[in-house]
């Protein structure tokens, strides 16, 4: 049963670059998000979707972040153009049902470690 | 804004002792989740606490959701090598999950 799979796991790029994440929910999962991680700020969650269609991007830091889910299969989170402070490893994670509903736990990716130098 | 606060932030434990780490929050959680998180990997889900004053426990680990639903802990009894790692308690409310900083446990052998 494959899990949440991000591409790509690593990625450094240039100040100034764009810079796409991509994800694949598992099968069946209704609900898609995807977080930040910093030492400094911990676990931030930027935006998540339903059937979809995003429900709250107040997460997202600035104009420069944007994300999209074409279908149930497949999510991206862009970054243009690309600042050496949006270092960080980002998570794609999918649940059944909305966050904080009873048995409905979130099922992470393995991240992706992003390096804007 | 709605936080949920995670002490100690660092624990380091000889192996064979026990560790527990705290989750606060400030209003009332319809529910809690347990996260734990390894080094250089994701977040796994461990357990979700929905009941006041509920206890559960999994093999070592045993973890409580308060009377109130405002806090919530987990224990590990005799802590090994294998549990090292970053814990992060996740409490929901208005259909958010709001994550705590994380306990990251260090054990020596």
């Known amino acids: 049963d494959a899990g949440v799979i991000q591409s790509p796991r690593h990625e450094v790029t240039e100040m100034g670059q764009e810079v796409t994440l991509r994800c694949k929910p598992i099968?069946?999962?209704?609900?898609l998000f995807w977080y930040r991680q910093t030492m400094m700020r911990g676990l931030e969650l930027l935006i998540y979707?339903?059937?979809?269609?995003?429900?709250?991007d107040s997460g997202m830091p600035e104009d420069r972040f944007s994300a999209k889910m074409p279908n149930a299969s497949f999510s991206t989170l862009k970054i243009q153009p690309s600042e050496p402070r949006d270092s960080a490893v980002y998570f794609c994670?999918?649940?059944?049902?909305?966050?904080?509903?009873?048995?409905?736990?979130?099922?992470f990716g393995n991240g992706t470690r992003l390096t804007v130098t | 804004g709605q936080q949920v606060m995670q002490i100690p932030q660092y624990q380091h434990v000889q192996e064979g002792e026990d560790f527990t780490t705290y989750c606060n929050s400030s209003?009332?959680?319809?529910?809690i989740q347990w996260y734990k998180q390894r080094p250089g990997g994701h977040p796994v889900f461990l357990i979700q606490?929905?009941?006041?004053?509920e206890v559960k426990k999994q093999k070592r680990l045993t973890f409580q959701f308060g009377e109130a639903k405002k806090n919530s802990s987990l224990h590990i009894t005799a802590t090994q090598t294998t549990d090292v790692g970053t814990y992060f308690c996740?409490?929901?409310?208005?259909?958010?999950?709001?994550f705590g900083q994380g306990t990251e446990l260090s054990v020596k052998p």
């Open positions: 994670a999918s649940s059944l049902m909305g966050q904080g509903y009873y048995n409905s736990p979130l099922h």
């Open positions: 099968s069946g999962h209704d609900y």
């Open positions: 979707f339903n059937n979809n269609v995003p429900i709250d």
């Open positions: 209003t009332t959680l319809s529910n």
């Open positions: 606490l929905v009941k006041s004053g």
């Open positions: 996740a409490g929901g409310r208005g259909g958010k999950l709001i």
